[in-house]
């Protein structure tokens, strides 16, 4: 009977491949089954959002849950693989049920016992079953190719509320694992030592495309600001439901696909200053615009003033800025550093869009800031 292995704690488990010895001569200890294991990190700085909640942490949170699928290739590689058929895990449930425990799972999986047998991996968070309840509360709708292989594919429907809004994320393909199982003085028995090369590392990406608005003033009328009211901020005819996939190559990696949207899946949001959106990455129609209505006012020597349509300053005791509309479409809006248009959103890009408050009009501009590429989680091998 295999030899348990013992779990660390600060080494989550997971994902286990099951094995066997075919030769009784073999010694226990070099045949051991030997587990994978989870261990949370991330490699750059995160904000994101699932189930309601800001990830603060920069971690899946306690009760949080990644889909992970696994392919098991024989002696083949992935590239050799034309079957590439989930087999060995699809849409498996990993729960992170504390900070500094193991991921929960079941089945438990093993390594396989044969040096030259391939798995490879790939996982996507938040988790989904499929279920309708899961599907309304996350948008998340996971399923394989029509053939039944390849990699995962995903419908994703995002939240018209901005606190149910998910931070879809899809890894990183980890292909042929494990790439080197000896490290022994004796090269010619295996198992003796599983190598950091064995460390299955989900690289996680944005799926979506993180979108904020921020107001400014002029340094020029700062002084003579009375007060700007920012009563409906808008954005207008912006796809809200497509397909996500991935492509893999051993040289260029894996690379997110956005397909299949339609002008049946669109949505307006009402946005806040306050809030950021996850939205899909689209290029951005003709049609989709930035609407706000507001009021503005200026005050010069306890006498109110604004200025008229031609930039000119008309003292007054009314403000007349008041309850106007502006409407601008967001493929015209420009990159404040290149003054490039922004005509698309990509994913795992940080948009913010500004509104600028100056004398002669309100002017609109957009930078793209560090969001953090990914989130990173490792499947190690337990020591036995």
Known sequence: MPRRTHTYALLPALLMLAASCSDSTTEPDVCAPRAVSLLAYTAQPIATR??????????????GSIGVYAYYHDNATWSTDAARHPSFMCNQQATNIGLDEPFSYAPLKYWPNEEADKVSFIAYYPYSGGTTAEINRLGVT??????????????????????SQVDLMLSDLVADMPRSRDTDADPAAPFNDLTLTDRVRFVFRHATAKIEFRVAVDDAIRHDLAYFTLHELHLTNIYNEAQLSATYTSADGTSLLWSGYDDAHMADYSCKTTEAYLL????????ACL?????????SGGTAYTYDDEGNLVATEDYIYHNRVASVPLNT???????????AWQASHHYVYTIRLSARRIDFTGEVVDWGEYVGYSVTPEAS
């Open 50 to 63: 699932a189930d309601s909640a800001l990830l603060a942490d920069k971690i899946i949170p306690a009760g």
């Open 142 to 163: 996971p399923c394989l190719l029509p053939t039944g292989s390849g990699m995962p594919v995903f419908r994703f429907h995002v939240n018209d509320d901005v606190r």
């Open 280 to 287: 899909l990455p689209q290029t951005l129609r003709d049609d």
């Open 291 to 299: 609407e706000l209505r507001y009021d503005l006012a200026f005050k």
């Open 333 to 343: 809006l420009l990159l404040a550093a290149t003054a490039e248009p922004i005509t």
